[in-house]
């Protein structure tokens, strides 16, 4: 071959950035069954677009849920073995009214492509999959054993990617984990991930009556499902804003005083963080910091609510059914049965007179993960960085929670190491999604450098 | 004329019962402007029915939103003028999977009509031209000057009517108003109501952040509008049921001990009040009895709540809005607009840290009434009802709200005579709103008789 990897990566640098948004037009919102054939149609392009990449063995693994797709190059026996993670599923759009241009029409605007998908990771996977194409261009082949596992299910809890790790065990059995379903602290400070948070969801149902009734003949005599529902909510935190579930907090295993260090250490513009979220204050369990709470606290967030008559003007009706969305985010040792457990004896004792209440556990509960700081490609990656960035990397914690983590190091004995470029106000899960082109431009050099510093050198 | 006007609704009876099916087949539903033109229609085919009756002036008014019907049928200087008043237009339908046949699709199951707006109330508009139709069919014309009005915003507050009843004062000069949105205490028991509570209804806004945000990644350390919601509606009311409102109670008349007993005169079966509605318990005002706080208490009514995720499985978002609808039934001497501005108050004062929230008034306030017991159409009304039931009428009170009852009174100074034939368990406002087909029957009858007693003898 007469090109090196980063003459590829210069050379295709304009149909790399037509291929996001390529990706981006597809709908793939995972938690819609009216998007299903969306998602089959994006596993199918992802899965072609590996096979454009030269891997050779790419398949599209069928599910009862979103397919998931595999891909393996295997170049050496003696060449350690990655297996690269990602999802290619995106949130719901809604609301679309909040967007300023379509959530499914890429739309670029100073240096920012604003899509549903863009950062929560359709970027960063393109980026593992350019990233590994340009080295085979330039040698033929990567310079590792580099295997492919992008799900379509991350944004409703990974419920079968358990399943598929497990039937495919030999597949897909490596060293490491690269997980590009990660982010950098800033666009000039690289950041290296040590903790995910796990998670654990419950839709509460309360009910009152038989039915919705006339305000006016019952409003002053009868149970009010939404009033009922709003003082049960209530009860979920108190008024320093901890947890109030009994038992929530006894397993958790408090931060060391290093590691409040290791915390502080990293900058925090508190200042700019209130202004750019629109915040008056911020808000949350007393006697940590902002960053503490984020990175290694539990919480309880309600993510949704609803009862009654939601439209134009008023409906003098006393609402019979409320209904109550809450995800959990654990930090070790909490157990998501345990956690949903105490949810559910919490509703039981504090449901008001008159109503009774149900929790129904959502799908996708994980387990909080610490990754290994003593992993050889966890150094590698750190070196990466510090290469590609010009600034060493911050170690810092993730809030957010990636199941495959914990179905990695479970299932294939395998810790990952998150690498990815996502910025962390680039509103993944909200309106105006983006992702900063020039992190798409450089990880795509990050995963090939990756890579090669990877290999172990040929004994002659 | 070889007819009485017995026999003419005799004869007619299969006409007026197919009648009555046309009518609730048309989806007048005020609150939903994608109904607007069924509101329309339906205003015409009343029209078109008070003309089919015979009446000599039948107008479709038009307002800023729907029209108002307009019939006047002059017989005598010398006789008094009644105006009869009801409502043509509807509740929504949802939730319609609530349903056991579809809500404009009339259903007859076991005596009853099931259908929006068979009780509530196109059955007791019909009653009402019915029997004047009759008496004509009898003798050329009614017994007295008969005036109609019939509007289609009564389910929406009937923002327009006051201006229309202003601009029309002359046509609409009348002596008393029977209205046809009443009912009757049960089957076998007839009843005269002497109260109507008034109402005030706002949307409460609330906003925490710029946009949703990611669960995960700030979930810790950012309000959340719907737990903040949640607080803020659980301050509405304290432990004991009562407003917490400052000020709410203030203007509040209480009832004489005269009052009281007069209310606990009316039979009420608590336990099966209890059954027929699914509760396991009743709610209310701590201190007055279910029957005292429905008829006689000002409430505070939780209509509707959202925020947030809402669909199927989880989204992990933490929620930048949520909306609360508040209606509150009132009672002599308080004022809507005096309560708009206690709510505002309210919020401002128990709103989270965080958090803001605006306070906007919903159309459709109106003052409470209590009716004139020595009015002479009161008498002649309690003496039909004796003679209709075989039961002489109990005393009751409303804790329903008749905007058009204040309006009379304001602009035609004019007293209300509640003269309708609904049952109180009858799913007004609710899924399977039902009328009894014999109440329907009968309550034709009940429009003849009363305006036959209420002629003047003649001078020989």
Same mark, same amino acid.
């Given at each position: ?10 050379? *295709? ?7 996001? /948004? ?15 054939? @969306? ?67 890429? !739309?670029?605007?100073? +240096?920012?492509?604003?899509?549903? #998908?863009?950062?929560?990771?359709? +970027? ?6 350019? +990233?590994?194409?340009?080295?085979? !261009? ?54 290296? *991930? ?13 009910? %009152? ?31 320093? #804003? ?33 202004? *750019? ?23 309880? /967030?309600? *993510?949704? $609510? ?38 559910? @004896? ?7 007179? +008159? ?6 556990? $959502?799908? #996708? ?8 700081? !003593? ?40 810790? %990952? $190491? ?43």
């Amino acid at each position: 071959m007469s090109t090196t990897w980063r003459d590829a990566l210069e050379t *295709n640098e304009a149909r790399h950035r037509a291929e996001l /948004d390529e990706l981006l037009r597809l709908p793939s919102v995972s938690t819609d069954p009216t998007h299903a054939d @969306d998602v089959a149609a994006t596993a199918e392009w992802v899965a072609d677009r590996l096979r454009r990449a030269g891997v050779p063995e790419v398949e599209v693994v069928a599910t009862a849920g979103h397919p998931v797709v595999l891909g393996r190059w295997r170049v050496a026996g003696n060449q350690p073995t990655v297996l690269i993670y990602g999802h290619y599923d995106v949130q719901p759009e809604e609301p679309v009214a909040l967007w300023d241009s379509p959530p499914f029409e890429p !739309a670029e605007r100073d +240096g920012r492509l604003y899509a549903r #998908g863009s950062s929560d990771m359709k +970027g960063n996977l393109l980026t593992a999959v350019q +990233g590994v194409e340009a080295l085979a !261009a330039a040698s033929g082949a990567p310079p590792v054993n580099v295997t492919f596992i992008f799900e379509g299910e991350e944004e409703i809890g990974s419920p079968h990617l358990t399943e598929v790790v497990r039937s495919r065990r030999d597949f897909l059995a490596c060293d490491a984990v690269l997980s590009a379903d990660g982010g950098q602290h800033g666009p000039d400070q690289p950041s290296l *991930n040590v903790a995910l948070k796990g998670l654990a969801g419950v839709q509460v149902n309360l009910r %009152t009556a038989g039915s919705d009734l006339h305000s006016g003949m019952y409003g002053a005599t009868v149970p009010n499902a939404v009033q009922a529902m709003a003082r049960l909510a209530a009860t979920l935190h108190d008024a320093d #804003g901890r947890v109030a579930v009994a038992g929530f907090y006894d397993p958790v295993v408090d931060l060391t005083a290093e590691e409040r260090a290791e915390i502080a250490a990293v900058p925090f513009d508190e200042a700019a963080f209130q202004a *750019n979220l629109g915040l008056s204050e911020l808000w949350g369990e007393a006697g940590w910091t902002p960053r503490e709470r984020q990175w290694a606290r539990p919480t309880l /967030d309600l *993510n949704g $609510i609803w009862g009654g008559f939601q439209g134009e003007g008023n409906k003098t009706v006393t609402p019979s059914e409320a209904h109550l969305k809450i995800t959990c985010r654990l930090v070790p040792d909490q157990e998501p049965d345990g956690i949903v457990a105490q949810i559910r @004896d919490h509703v039981a004792r504090h449901c008001p007179p +008159g109503a009774t209440a149900e929790v129904i556990p $959502i799908e #996708g509960s994980a387990r909080p993960v610490v990754l290994d700081r !003593a992993d050889p490609v966890h150094h590698a990656a750190g070196e990466t960085l510090t290469e590609l960035f010009g600034a060493e990397p911050v170690i810092v914690r993730s809030g957010g929670t990636i199941p495959a983590t914990a179905i990695f190091q479970e299932e294939l004995g395998a810790g %990952t $190491i998150m690498f990815g470029w996502s910025m962390p106000d680039s509103g993944a899960h909200a309106p105006n999604e983006w992702y900063r082109l020039d992190d798409f431009r450089r990880g795509r050099y990050g995963y090939a450098m990756l890579l090669e510093r990877l290999r172990r050198p040929e004994l002659s």
